[in-house]
């Protein structure tokens, strides 16, 4: 290049500043000229590549395909980069090889075709895309191996690519789904927010667009199931796409149903105890009332006139309210869900005890009352106050239900039932009940006495059933009813007396 002409003399010099390597070879693949940069890169003196084979900077692997390459170029020579998308090499006069981009221009000079190759060490961006090639098969990898589904979509909505868990959640083999409208995956009403989802990215950088948004997913087979998704955009060159990451949320929402149902079960009990501790609290506190009462008249006696003395009458009310006190503490150590006070005791006794407290109402009613305690083994583990409360109000009803007239008459009899286990009814004469009210009776406040509050059933079935026992009512076929409750035996029948 000595001879060159000033205007020459100027590209020259850009081409010697050049940070590119710059190689001119001719038709027959002889370096004709080359800039300084390439003899640095490629670890030659000045001067020593000129007339030698372009080959010496080519791998010996790859030198078979370049000299194809460099035919087809010359059979239609245009400006274009050297095996686009190939891995290119180039080969230093060590022996060591390093990744170069080519780009070639054909030059048509007089002497014939020549080529200008364009050389860039690419080393050091190949060591970055190699790291970036690495972290997205790390992150793939994760993503793959997710329980959460992810699904990428593009801007209209049609998935591009989704993880083995989509398919998983969704019942669907991953191909059925390439391709398809996302949609078919997020049914109504969800849909359309879903639409609206996807102009939240206007500024076209990641952000999280709908994190904790509960929406339903549809499962191939029609069924829905509840899900949380977070959608983010994912900045991608000329597309904007965005990733759905999908949690499964049945598993969550089962335990929640269970933990409301558990909830709306003691809110049940502790309605029922409300009403449990008027209807207890009702007779202590009337009786209290009435003794006050008494004690006014007396004392507007004189001393001396009095048929009962002040003072005894006071006790009265104040042991009334006293034991309106113990049912507030009963109940209320009934609703803290402390385990009742469980003792072993001999049913048919609790019975006769009952029968001896309620002996008076019976007589004021006119009525008979009959044991047939007939069960062998009675022995069961009971609070005895609450099964005692039991057998009141159930007693209690056979006597309002046979006051109404004719024969009035009140079994209570003992059997041994099912496995191990004791049975005991309250057999009335009074006018039956109907089939159709059997079951709705235990429930609180349904009852059809003008003075009763319609807990009296409900109690007994709460204290029943936490006895492991169980409670029913039935018309007898001779007319009235038959109130009736089981309770497991405290051991098995043969063992011990
Ligand atoms: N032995 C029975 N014969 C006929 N009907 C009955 C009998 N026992 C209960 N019932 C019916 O069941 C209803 C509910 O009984 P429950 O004991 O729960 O409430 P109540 O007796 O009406 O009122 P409370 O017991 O609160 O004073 C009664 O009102 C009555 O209609
Ligand atoms: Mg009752």
């Given at each position: 290049?000595?001879?060159?002409?000033?205007?020459?003399?100027?590209?020259?010099?850009?081409?010697?500043?050049?940070?590119?390597?710059?190689?001119m070879?001719?038709g027959?693949?002889?370096?004709?000229?080359n800039?300084?940069?390439?003899?640095?890169?490629?670890?030659?003196?000045?001067?020593?590549?000129?007339?030698?084979?372009?080959d010496?900077?080519?791998?010996?692997?790859?030198?078979?395909?370049?000299?194809?390459?460099?035919?087809g170029?010359?059979?239609?020579p245009?400006k274009?980069?050297m095996?686009?998308?190939?891995?290119?090499?180039?080969?230093?006069?060590?022996?060591?090889e390093?990744?170069?981009?080519?780009?070639l221009?054909?030059?048509?000079?007089?002497?014939?075709?020549?080529?200008?190759?364009?050389?860039?060490d690419i080393?050091?961006?190949?060591?970055?895309?190699?790291?970036?090639?690495r972290?997205?098969?790390?992150?793939?990898?994760a993503?793959?191996?997710?329980?959460?589904?992810?699904v990428?979509?593009?801007e209209?909505?049609?998935?591009?690519?989704?993880?083995p868990?989509?398919?998983?959640?969704?019942?669907?083999?991953?191909?059925?789904?390439?391709?398809?409208?996302?949609r078919l995956?997020?049914?109504e009403?969800?849909?359309?927010?879903?639409?609206?989802?996807?102009?939240?990215?206007?500024?076209?950088?990641?952000?999280?667009v709908?994190?904790?948004?509960?929406?339903?997913?549809r499962r191939?087979?029609?069924?829905?199931?509840?899900?949380?998704?977070?959608?983010?955009?994912?900045p991608?060159?000329?597309?904007?796409?965005?990733?759905?990451?999908?949690?499964?949320?049945s598993?969550?929402?089962?335990?929640?149903?269970?933990?409301?149902?558990?909830?709306?079960d003691?809110?049940?009990?502790?309605?029922?105890?409300?009403?449990?501790?008027?209807h207890e609290?009702?007779?202590?506190?009337?009786?209290?009332?009435?003794?006050?009462?008494?004690?006014?008249?007396?004392l507007k006696?004189?001393?001396?006139q009095?048929?009962?003395?002040?003072?005894?009458?006071?006790?009265f009310?104040?042991?009334?309210?006293?034991?309106?006190g113990?049912?507030?503490?009963?109940?209320?150590?009934?609703?803290?869900?402390?385990?009742?006070?469980?003792t072993?005791?001999?049913l048919?006794?609790?019975i006769h005890?009952?029968?001896e407290?309620?002996l008076?109402k019976?007589?004021?009613?006119?009525?008979?009352?009959?044991?047939?305690?007939?069960?062998?083994e009675?022995?069961?583990?009971v609070?005895?106050?609450q099964?005692?409360?039991?057998?009141?109000?159930?007693?209690?009803?056979?006597?309002?239900?046979?006051?109404?007239?004719g024969?009035?008459?009140?079994?209570?009899?003992?059997?041994?039932?099912?496995?191990?286990?004791?049975?005991?009814?309250?057999?009335d004469?009074?006018?039956g009940?109907?089939?159709?009210?059997k079951?709705?009776?235990?429930e609180?406040f349904?009852?059809?006495?003008?003075?009763?509050?319609?807990?009296?059933?409900?109690?007994?079935?709460?204290?029943?059933?936490?006895?492991?026992?169980?409670?029913?009512?039935?018309?007898?076929?001779?007319?009235?009813?038959t109130?009736?409750?089981?309770?497991?035996l405290?051991?098995?029948?043969g063992?011990?007396s």
């Open positions: 290049m000595a001879h060159a002409r000033p205007a020459s003399l100027r590209y020259f010099t850009i081409v010697e500043s050049s940070p590119v390597a710059m190689v070879v001719g027959d693949g002889v370096i004709q000229f800039n300084t940069e390439t003899e640095r890169m490629f670890g030659y003196r000045h001067g020593e590549l000129l007339g030698q084979s372009i010496v900077l080519v791998p010996a692997h790859l030198r078979k395909r370049h000299a194809d390459f460099r035919k170029f010359l059979r239609s245009s274009r980069p095996g686009a998308g190939r891995d290119l090499m180039g080969l230093r006069r060590d022996g060591s390093f990744p170069v981009e080519v780009g221009t054909p030059i048509q000079a007089r002497a014939g075709l020549l080529v200008l190759a364009t050389i860039i080393t050091d961006r190949k060591k970055t895309e190699d790291e970036t090639q972290h997205i098969a790390e992150l793939e990898a993503v793959m191996g997710a329980v959460d589904g992810v990428v979509i593009d209209s909505g049609i998935i591009e690519w989704l993880n868990a989509v398919g998983r959640l969704f019942g669907y083999e991953r191909d059925e789904l390439i391709g398809q409208d996302v995956l997020i049914p009403p969800y849909q359309s927010e879903h639409d609206s989802l996807r102009d939240y990215d206007s500024a076209g950088e990641a952000k999280i709908g994190i904790g948004r509960a929406v339903e997913g191939k087979d029609g069924s829905v199931f509840p899900i949380d998704m977070a959608v983010g955009a994912v991608m060159a000329g597309k904007r796409l965005l990733a759905g990451f999908i949690h499964d949320l598993e969550r929402r089962k335990l929640e149903t269970r933990l409301d149902q558990l909830r709306e003691r809110l049940k009990v502790m309605g029922e105890m409300a009403a449990a501790l008027a609290i009702n007779q202590p506190l009337a009786a209290t009332g009435a003794y006050i009462g008494t004690a006014e008249r007396l006696m004189a001393p001396a009095r048929p009962t003395k002040v003072e005894e009458v006071l006790d009310a104040r042991q009334q309210v006293m034991q309106a113990r049912i507030i503490q009963n109940v209320r150590e009934f609703a803290d869900r402390a385990e009742p006070n469980k072993h005791e001999h048919h006794e609790l005890e009952v029968a407290f309620i008076g019976v007589k004021q009613a006119g009525a008979a009352l009959l044991l047939d305690l007939d069960a062998p009675d022995r069961v583990i609070d005895k106050i099964i005692k409360q039991a057998l009141v109000n159930l007693v209690q009803n056979a006597i309002e239900a046979v006051s109404g007239g024969v009035r008459e009140i079994r209570i009899s003992t059997r041994l039932a099912g496995s191990n286990e004791i049975t005991v009814d309250i057999e004469t009074g006018p009940i109907l089939e159709d009210m079951a709705k009776l235990f609180p349904v009852g059809t006495k003008i003075k009763g509050m319609g807990v009296g059933l409900s109690i007994a079935r709460s204290i029943i059933e936490s006895h492991y026992g169980k409670i029913s009512i039935d018309a007898n076929p001779a007319g009235g009813a109130a009736a409750f089981t309770l497991p405290a051991e098995s029948w063992q011990g």
